[in-house]
């Protein structure tokens, strides 16, 4: 279980292209704790919409910038940002995986998820704590440990390690 909670937002329209949102405040926003984001619209016909990511409403919604994300408890860290990329690439492979007629590109896919799965644990390990990785890892893989460095695992903590896994 993760310390975070969830981070609200608002969608801020400049420009309202189709005549339908106005601008301002449009929508009230929520981040999920793994990166799913929650949306309510605030218009004269109110909506309630999921998606997987900010950066998903950002494309839907966004216009080209005319309507942006504005983070009501605090600014996004950008290794969020990157992290909700790195899922949503995962959950792709994964559906590549499940579908996928030829051995080969089942393999590949299977890699592609699996180097998603261990960028996101090498990005929590830098900005949130070998905790925060370890933890993901867990939740979502086969729990094996960050605390050396295999041709299976290339995200290897900062401590120094002989070829059995022992701390020097």
């Known amino acids: 279980m993760t310390d975070q909670l969830p981070r609200r937002f608002h969608l801020v329209r400049d420009v309202d292209e189709t005549g339908t949102s106005g601008t301002g405040v449009v929508v009230e926003g929520l981040e999920f704790t793994d990166g ?10 109110t909506s309630t919409a999921i998606y997987a990511s900010i950066a998903d409403v950002e494309t839907i919604h966004g216009h080209g ?45 299977s890699t592609l998820a699996y180097g998603c799965l261990h960028a996101i644990a090498r990005t929590l390990r830098v900005f949130e704590g070998a905790a925060a990785a370890e933890a993901y890892l867990e ?21 120094t390690t002989d070829n059995s896994g022992e701390r020097q």
């Open 65 to 109: 910038g005319k309507t942006r994300v504005v983070w009501v408890d605090g600014q996004t860290e950008p290794h969020r940002q990157l992290i909700a990329q790195l899922r949503a690439d995962r959950a792709i492979q994964l559906g590549i995986m499940q579908h996928a007629v030829d051995e080969e590109i089942r393999e590949a896919a």
């Open 36 to 45: 799913t984001v929650a949306l309510r619209w605030l218009t004269a016909t």
């Open 139 to 159: 939740q979502h893989a086969d729990g094996g440990p960050l605390s050396r460095t295999t041709p299976d695992n290339p995200v290897a903590s900062s401590d």
